[in-house]
């Protein structure tokens, strides 16, 4: 298989403004195209957009606006991990040799309405995401005796990362007390364990490894992905403790950038909601299961900015269609040592964790420089 | 297999593939393991509770029935793990079904 770099990146910041999907796609690509003008529009064989918005035939529309003519334009959604499968159907264009530049833009609004997947009856009358996150916390909890206080220290932890973040959705920063006392949305979630809706977009471009080194003298590469969906209906879900499609999708990944989870120095991962974070690390094997919280804790202790950088989807906000785009571009920085005030030491090696719908399928990213 | 129209009369009847006899969730027409079609098992059926939590007064849960069916269902009174329930009211509300168990 042919190496896949990544060229370039833009983005925007993450707000609750009301913008049109189609100017916040034209927003963060514009973003990236002044950031790299060697970049010859000319070249880009694919335009790939990664929403969950109901507007039709983005990827031409933002093509024109852009003033690009690609071989390959269409959109990708599968609710919050649209982002990474769209970073993946642009790796597998390049590889495969059907394209050697390709264009990946998210965007989303933040009245998306991917946020509720109105398919799923089995969940009855409770679609909306608190109830399958408190359902998972609940189990989580007792299982592995976990506080709701321990649990907010995730919430505490990445709005600070957050705080260092220029383009979150969130400046503030939060106490145990502050997340204890927020807005109780059921007996097991508190608004602060939650991430928001938002509005933003993020893109990158990737490339074939000739033309990445055209472009940049300090390409990242994809050198691992994993994928894995094992149903579509929260409730089909055989652990309600830990994530079985992260499981699979991380030891993919892994596999084939034939490294160790010991050897990733920094990760974003989909922390949609605090229990989300430990459930994910220790399903990716940073820890044994129930130790989540402890790895976490000293963390946030140590001021190690190891896990969400930039801050999560609980401080960074959660554009669906961007969230992936912008997990990979937090990693790209950080591997380029560009990340500023949350640079973490050297790392050289970097994993993204995007899932969707309850975890009922994950994509891992590893990349490298 | 009319699952939805029997919901819409508030009666829960579980698919089950007429010719491998697998529970079939969520209801369809076909197996989703031999392809071939669905009835409705025309009687009532006992679930268990997996996992519940609660929104103000009202109790959300995790309900199985015959090991492999599992629905989000209201209940009233405080629920305990691994309780057996009946549906107790069910139906279709704007196009989402919905489900309370006793």
Redesign the interface.
Known sequence: MSKVGIAAYGTTPFTKDDQKIESILHKSTNDLFQKNPKIDKKEIDAVLISTNNNSKYLSPILSEMSGIQPKIAHSIESLCNSGTNSIVSAFSYISSGLADIVLVSGAERYDSPGQIL?WD???????HPI?WA??F???YKEKYNISDEELAIVSVKNHKQASKNPNALSKKTYTVEDVMNSKK?????KLLDCSRPCTGSASILLASEEIVKKYTDSPTWITGIGQKTTSA????NTS?SSMESTKIAGQSALNMANRNISEIDVAEVHDAFSVCEPMILESLGFTDPGNGMDMIKNLHQTNNFKINPRGGLIGCGHPLGATGISQTIEIIEQLQNNAESRQTDNPKTGLIHNMSAAATSSTVLVLEK | MSFEKELEQGRFYIPECLACKKLVWPPSEFCDNCNEETSLRKEGCEGKIIEFSRQNEEYFCMVEFGDSIRIMAKMIALPKKDQIVKISKCGISEGSYFFQVI
């Open positions: 109105e009856n089995s969940r009855g009358e409770f679609k109830f408190s359902i916390s609940k189990s949305l059921t007996d097991d979630l209906g929260f409730t089909k309600l």
